[in-house]
């Protein structure tokens, strides 16, 4: 016979996730906001001035908007609940918008390369410095506070990371728009795209973490954060079980980690017992909270199965 032993499972959010969800939402809507009202100066500045920094980061700006809109609006279906079809509800959308998030961002990047490049080596543009300082300064500003709020509200949700990336870049993006101003003003024109090259190789290399962690993710990989190995050699050194497998270790959203695994115990122990030590020993030392434990007795030797042979005539026979 084979017992089932049911830890909890991730089928929903608890208490303090759900306060994170809702603070990851508020601050989402704020960031779109004010994104999208910066984007309108930001587009008429760049081309009264013929700022390649401030058009580069523009475009930037346009996947911004659209990131914030995505991010916003499956962190609302991520909200609906579960259901016979759907046993973890949408909680992967989250994790979907984020890589969707990372794509896009990529693309972004490849646009900068190419007109900056195209800037470096074709006829000089004018640029008027003053303009781009002020308007990369507010937009800092903007970025950096829509940043702080973001990270504030659940800075462990793909969903928000995806989006803090975005502010991240363009404060970044705000900052070289800001010395490509300089460099202009000091009678340096070629500061203008060497500032957009440098916009693209960071937003470049936020972009390939976020995209690695989303893929782990959708991949059911274990978490990045969870050793696996460790994990299953701690099982397999639990008193009582003689043998651990078909373990599997993922996550749904990339926040919690869940585990399966079927644990085989000797007779010294009770198969109730094990489970519970099991499942403080994976919440303590790997913070794994959600578990599917199924128990299987380990199967009786020849002797063994010979004894209770001989009992069971024993006890039939008049």
């Not at 049911?6 to 208490?15: F, L, N, R, T, W």
């Not at 460099?183 to 024109?189: N, Y």
């Not at 790997?286 to 001989?310: N, S």
């Amino acid at each position: 016979m084979h017992g089932h032993a049911h830890g909890g499972h991730a089928h929903g959010h608890g208490h303090g996730s759900g306060q994170a969800d809702a603070a990851g939402r508020k601050a989402l809507t704020w960031a779109l906001v004010l994104n999208g009202a910066f984007l309108v100066i930001e587009v008429v500045v760049g081309f009264a001035t013929n700022s390649l920094a401030l058009l580069s980061d523009a475009a930037h700006m346009v996947t911004d908007v659209g990131a914030l809109s995505l991010a916003l609006a499956v962190a609302f279906l991520a909200r609906r609940a579960p259901s016979p079809t759907r046993s973890f509800g949408l909680l992967r959308a989250e994790v979907l918008g984020a890589f969707v998030n990372g794509i896009i961002l990529a693309v972004a990047c490849v646009s900068i390369f190419r007109e900056a490049i195209e800037r470096m080596f074709g006829e000089p543009v004018h640029v008027a410095p003053w303009p781009v300082m002020i308007t990369g300064a507010i937009g800092l500003a903007i970025n950096l506070g829509s940043a702080w709020h973001l990270y504030r509200s659940d800075s462990t949700g793909l969903n928000v990371r995806g989006a803090l990336a975005h502010m991240l870049a363009d404060a970044l993006g705000s900052v070289a728009a800001m010395l490509a101003a300089i460099g202009v003003w000091l009678g340096f024109p070629l500061a203008d795209p060497i500032a957009s090259l440098v916009i693209g190789a960071l937003v470049l290399w936020g972009t390939w973490r976020l995209l690695k962690d989303a893929t782990r993710v959708l991949l059911d990989f274990a978490p990045s954060g969870v050793d696996a190995e460790a994990v299953l050699r701690e099982l397999e050194a639990v008193d009582g079980v003689t043998d651990v497998h078909e373990l599997h270790l993922w996550s749904v959203d990339g926040r919690e980690p869940i585990l399966s695994a079927h644990i085989v115990y000797d007779e010294r122990v009770l198969a109730t017992d094990l489970r519970l030590r099991v499942e403080e020993l994976l919440a303590r030392r790997f913070h794994i909270k959600h578990t599917t434990l199924q128990t299987e007795p380990r199967p009786c030797e020849a002797p063994c199965a010979l004894f209770e042979g001989v009992q069971m005539r024993a006890e039939v026979e008049p």
